[in-house]
């Protein structure tokens, strides 16, 4: 029976990460990063804070379809009040959450600078806010602020908060190194120093990227006892970014000195689903992957062909520090495509579609998916026209109509009492069985207008796409200059709350957004299994 002890991973993704400059979630962003994390199978995933404004809010009022544990994030209750009279908590205490995550200074500067309060207020407000959490039926975390700058000033003190939380009840007291500047052997000392006070086994590290070493900080505290991690996807987060989980898991799974000594809940099947993942975040932040990430950017395996490159097809392991393919990544030396080929069909299944290892129409398929990511379109973020694609080579998709032509022009033009106004109008025409069908929609942009045309009238098909909605749109200039090519990425959901993404690219944005429409439109016929 295995010896090693449970490590936790806490996904704070939708709260820290949204700090990172330049990014926003909306809900519905959330709800796609929520089911990213459950793919992988983070235990804990922290939604934000309930109460505090109007998405967070939102998503606590969701129904709840997710795996992981979910926890709301606030402050303990503020000095001078009690826990029933502070209205920040007790909306934190009533949300649909599975725990509450305190967050409480733990520096004496910050509490006297900051809080304005006395040391033995702040460790009440701690001991009161971790003790409602439980009489409410939820699990306990408290993250200490500033937690290493603040041991390095006063031990004493910075100890006691956490031994504050600890006494109270908390299942998790975790340490921040909220500043970043920590360095690994700090934070390894300072950990194993305080699991003299607290036990390893309720204390996590939450790290922050400032001297990029909030993997290795994160490493170290486990090292050093802590067994729970926090840190986000890609490593986003305020400054320099948290500590990065895509990162963190595989060194944590491969990697023997992690590996016999503790145990995710990550399994095989989620780690292999690692590298899609993280290509897929990047795309829902529209941005483009870091090819050079470790373990899951396109460069990571990559061997520039040469002297390494036959050693390398006979003997990997002499050139890879891991296998490649147990993180869903590619070799990319091979231009064999038997590695592209074996990803391709467990994509292909991954979609439901059965398929014989050697039907000859895979190697079709694979040369148009390659001739076509060199062109710009990414599958990783639109699965739904990866299918498409996939079901038409291998024949199972019926052809149920032709776009003829269409045409959309923009008027922009000043209106009765004299404001600057723009309106959209298209025309599309169709053909199905033969007949053609032409509708015209208007719309406040050109895509608005073409989608509006589109869905108006799709002949014996229309009572099939009623309920289709558009719910996001995203568009990515690939390559700067004159040669600019536009990616376009369009979610879309039904009433039964399945959502979808398709995608276009074309160097004009009408033609890109059309095409990524009719996927939309297609994908909805196949789903609801419509006939030719
Ligand atoms: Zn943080």
């Not at 204390?203 to 802590?226: C, F, K």
């Not at 050139?319 to 231009?335: A, D, K, M, S, T």
């Not at 909605?469 to 709350?497: F, H, Q």
Request: with cysteine.
């Amino acid at each position: 029976m295995s010896k090693r002890e449970r490590l936790f991973l806490y996904d704070t993704t939708l709260r820290d990460g949204a700090q990172t400059p330049g990014i926003d979630f909306s809900l519905e962003d959330k709800l796609a990063i929520i089911a990213l994390l459950d793919e992988v199978g983070i235990d804990w995933i922290e939604g934000g804070y309930p109460g505090a404004n109007q998405t967070d809010t939102a998503l606590f009022a969701q129904p709840r379809k997710m795996k992981a544990a979910f926890a709301a994030f606030g402050m303990t209750r503020r000095p001078g009040r009690s826990v029933s009279n502070d209205p920040g908590l007790q909306d934190l205490l009533q949300s649909k959450s599975d725990a509450v995550c305190f967050v409480a200074k733990s520096w004496d500067y910050h509490v006297k600078v900051a809080l304005k309060t006395t040391n033995d207020e702040n460790l009440a407000c701690i001991s009161d806010s971790i003790t409602s959490a439980i009489a409410a039926g939820k699990q306990a975390m408290l993250d200490c602020e500033h937690f290493f700058d603040g041991y390095k000033a006063n031990p004493v003190y910075a100890v006691a908060c956490a031994r504050a939380a600890h006494d109270a009840g908390a299942r998790w007291i975790i340490l921040c190194d909220t500043n970043g500047g920590t360095l690994p052997h700090e934070v390894e000392e300072i950990v194993r120093a305080v699991t003299a006070e607290v036990p390893g086994s309720h204390l996590g590290i939450h790290a922050h990227n400032d001297t990029e070493q909030a993997v290795a900080n994160s490493l170290a505290a486990v090292r050093a006892g802590a067994r729970q991690i926090q840190g986000t996807l890609n490593g986003i987060g305020e400054r320099c970014g948290n500590a990065n989980l895509v990162s963190l898991i595989p060194t944590l799974m491969l990697k023997p000195a992690y590996a016999e000594l503790v145990e995710t809940g990550i399994t095989q099947l989620g780690l292999e689903r690692l590298t899609h993942i993280s290509r897929a975040f990047d795309e829902l932040l529209n941005r483009a992957p870091n090819r050079q990430a470790p373990y899951v950017g396109e460069s990571a395996f990559a061997t520039k062909a040469g002297i390494h490159a036959s050693a390398l097809l006979k003997e990997p392991e002499t050139y890879e520090h891991v296998p490649p393919q147990v993180i869903g990544n590619n070799r990319r030396v091979l231009v064999s495509d038997q590695a592209g080929k074996s990803n391709l069909i467990s994509e292909i299944e991954r979609a439901g579609i059965s398929v014989d290892k050697a039907d000859p129409r895979l190697d079709t398929l694979l040369r148009e998916v390659k001739e076509r990511e060199t062109a710009g379109y990414a599958y990783d973020a639109a699965p739904a026209s990866f299918q498409i694609m996939a079901r038409r080579a291998l024949g199972s998709v019926p052809n149920f109509f032709e776009v003829d032509s269409f045409r959309v022009s923009v008027e922009h033009r000043h209106n009765a009492v004299g404001e600057e106004t723009s309106v959209a109008e298209a025309v599309v025409k169709t053909i199905i069985d033969g007949e053609r069908i032409m509708s015209v929609g208007e719309g406040n942009g050109p895509i608005n207008a073409l989608d509006t045309a589109l869905r108006k009238d799709l002949g014996k098909y229309q009572a099939r796409i009623e309920d289709l909605e558009l719910v996001d749109y995203k568009v990515r200039i690939l390559n700067g200059g004159t040669g600019a090519i536009t990616r376009v990425l369009i979610e879309s959901r039904d009433r039964t709350g399945e959502r979808w993404f398709t995608i276009g690219v074309s160097p004009n944005i009408v033609d890109a957004s059309f095409e990524a429409l009719i996927d939309s439109v297609t994908y909805k016929l196949l789903k609801e299994g419509a006939g030719p």
